[in-house]
């Protein structure tokens, strides 16, 4: 079976720039239109309160709540400025990013697309801004598992940030950071070590060998490692990342809670199943604390206790947790998210595993036709899908239609191992 839940938190960098305020430069710039239609004071001070609590309710993993909110700000923006307004761009982003967060894939990518036009425009196409653009849209299509269309504008990003920043800039390791993970996602291991190892370099040498960041690059380049049963030479990378981490932003931060999470992978990874176990308990305590107990990176931190819990057949403790998962993202970002899909997925095999095979159909159809609406009839997770369906089916005595499944799973598999780039 392929097992697909959140496991480790790859750190992608400056995945959804946006605008955290609105000074009232912005709401009154040069290009602004005349006078009869420029916002009133109020209209800006409504504006960056919207905005404020938008924000808020991003960082509580309240999407649908922070969603209306940006469309405001939004809304009064388009009042007050030229339709090319690069203050304009940066509230696409806002609103296209929590978009993406919430799974509206169709909704964010004209918003992307038009903050990018905007910026080309106004800017200029070797300006910084638009450099942020290329990198959103991009994170958008990776997303969606469009790595061809993703790998282009990553690439144009980076060769934007290096010609205009300079080759060691802060923004030139986030593209270097974010083309890696697109390279490990297709399993394009030598190229993305390559950039890993230049991305922790450059933060080394600019911040020193204690700065946050070079924790964010220790744990790619140790993720990476992992994934390759490089197991030797993970371990010391997430140790010395978390241990960068807990000195740095305290023994409660979010990014230890990760640091937490990929260590207990590693050993979880290596039957070190009583080494695990606290790690990740200690990530979902800190999880629970500080983005509260109903927070989508919750439902991620349960998932993976719980399938801790079943690699060692503690099947009565891991059910409880995945249920829980399931219901935090379902309420969080709605039952047709794709998360959701690999919560139902998660749930789905867990029955497997003790032979519910009946209980397990219902989940894998729903999760499928999840994946299918949202990410694509040739998205690789609707085959993971399709595939474990095929599984049950079988064991439920369907072979005829466990067949369809089968055919729809390899179909996939092989037109993407056909994708140029592909190893």
Known sequence: MNFFKSLARISICGLLTAIAALAPAQMASPQARPAEKAPEPSDIDEAKRLNKQAFLYRSQGKYAEAEPLFKQVLAI??????????????????LASNCQSEGKYAEAEPLYQRALAIDEKALGTGHPNVARDLNNLASLYYSQGKYSKAEPLY????AIAEKTLGPDHPEVVKKLNN????????????????????????????????????????NNLAEL??????????????????????????PSHPDVATALNNLALLYKSQTRYAEAEPLFRRSLAIDEKVLGPNHPNVAGALNNVASLY??????AEAEPLFRRALAIDEKALGPDHPVVARDLNNLAEFFQAQGRYAEAEPLLRRALAIAEKVLGANHPNVATFASNLALALHKLGRDTEAKVYEDQ???IRAGTARQPGKM
Do not use: C, F, M, W
């Not at 388009?78 to 982003?93: C, I, S």
């Not at 690439?155 to 980076?158: E, F, G, S, V």
């Open 77 to 94: 923006a388009e009042r007050a400025l030229e339709p090319n307004d690069p203050a304009l761009a940066g509230l696409l982003n806002n």
């Open 409 to 411: 799973a390899a179909r």
């Open 179 to 218: 083309l890696a993970i697109l390279y490990h996602s297709q399993a394009r291991y030598a190229e993305a070590e390559a950039l890993y190892r230049r991305a922790l370099s450059i933060d080394e040498k600019a911040l020193g060998t204690t700065h946050p960041d070079v924790a964010r690059d220790l």
């Open 155 to 158: 690439k144009r990003a980076l």
């Open 310 to 315: 079943l690699s060692q057949g503690r099947y």
């Open 225 to 250: 490692y992992r994934l390759q049963v490089r197991y030797a030479e993970a371990e010391p990378l997430y140790q010395r990342a978390l241990a960068i981490d807990e000195k740095a932003l305290g």
